[in-house]
């Protein structure tokens, strides 16, 4: 979740599609940017910045990508499980 963005674009009273319009993305895919499920690019955070008229410096924070991970372990689990549960029923 990108806080500091999020609370800057707020403050500046700029919608998530005002961005994605700026942008040329999809407010959806916008959305997923700004918590954290797909990466946002050095280009967008310049551009962003532009648009919200600060410094990338005030709204670019690393994301913890450990939550991630954490997801993708998850999927693997449950496909081994299913693989599992599709062997005992044999």
Not at 10 to 31: E, G, P, R
Not at 33 to 48: A, L, P, V, Y
Not at 58 to 77: M, P
């Amino acid at each position: 979740m990108n806080k500091k963005l999020i609370t800057v674009r707020k403050a500046k009273k700029i919608t998530q599609a005002d961005i994605a319009t700026y942008l040329k993305i999809s407010q959806t895919q916008y959305q997923k940017r700004e918590t954290g499920k797909i990466k946002i690019s050095d280009q967008e955070w310049k551009d962003i910045a532009r648009l919200l008229d600060v410094p990338v410096k005030d709204i670019f924070e690393e994301i913890d990508n450990q939550h991630l991970v954490l997801q993708k372990k998850i999927e693997i689990l449950k496909l081994q499980i299913k693989a599992l549960s599709s062997e005992k029923k044999i």
